[in-house]
């Protein structure tokens, strides 16, 4: 793989090693809530890296509140 591809990798297995990631998922009112907690506790800076972060966080909150519609 490309050194760009393991970087985004390793920051998302980042957001998914955070304590409490998916309880922030559950108890959140919205995506930006559970962004800016995971930008803080990751203390991400670049808009690369907190848009790579974001990804993760939509797509696990779709697949999480997807269950409730």
Do not use: H, Q, R
């Amino acid at each position: 793989m490309g050194k760009v591809k393991n970087y985004m990798m390793d920051i998302e297995d980042k957001v998914y090693a955070i304590d409490g990631f998916e309880n922030k998922i559950s108890e959140s009112e919205n995506t930006s809530e559970v962004k800016a907690w995971v930008t803080e506790k990751l203390g991400l800076t670049s808009s690369f890296d907190i848009g790579i972060a974001s990804d993760v966080i939509d797509d696990v909150w779709n697949e999480y509140w997807g269950y409730y519609l």
